[in-house]
């Protein structure tokens, strides 16, 4: 059994940060790429960033220059540091992960709510 959480959202004021964790827990034997994925309120959930094992990322357009993700390997974590946030990012975050146990799959936490909002 495979268990994501993520932590760290809350309410923040235009401009504010954030930095969101996500541990990966239970029989993993690697990770391969780990992302987040966020769902604002009637929209479809949508990709903000990805990172491959050997530390490739991918931003989409709308976060360049803005967040930034990274990992642990070691502590199967990852992690997105959020700096100008705009009312726009308003949504739930989530991470998601392929990990081998040893068959890959697909798994997602459970959500962490990131409100921006004076």
């Known amino acids: 059994q495979v268990q994501l959480v993520e932590s760290g959202g809350g309410l923040v004021q235009p401009g504010g940060s954030l930095r969101l964790s996500c541990a990966a827990s239970g029989s993993i034997t690697s990770i391969n790429t780990m992302a987040w994925y966020r769902q604002a309120p009637r929209k479809e959930r949508e990709s903000v960033a990805s990172?491959?094992?050997?530390?490739?990322?991918k931003y989409e357009d709308f976060v360049k220059g803005r967040f930034t993700i990274s990992r642990d390997n070691a502590k199967n974590m990852v992690y997105l540091q959020m700096n100008s946030l705009e009312p726009e990012d308003t949504a739930v975050y989530y991470c998601?992960?392929?990990?081998?146990?040893?068959?890959?799959?697909?798994?997602w936490g459970q959500g962490t709510q990131v409100t921006v909002s004076s």
């Open positions: 998601n992960m392929y990990i081998s146990t040893p068959y890959v799959g697909s798994y």
């Open positions: 990172i491959t094992r050997s530390g490739i990322k």
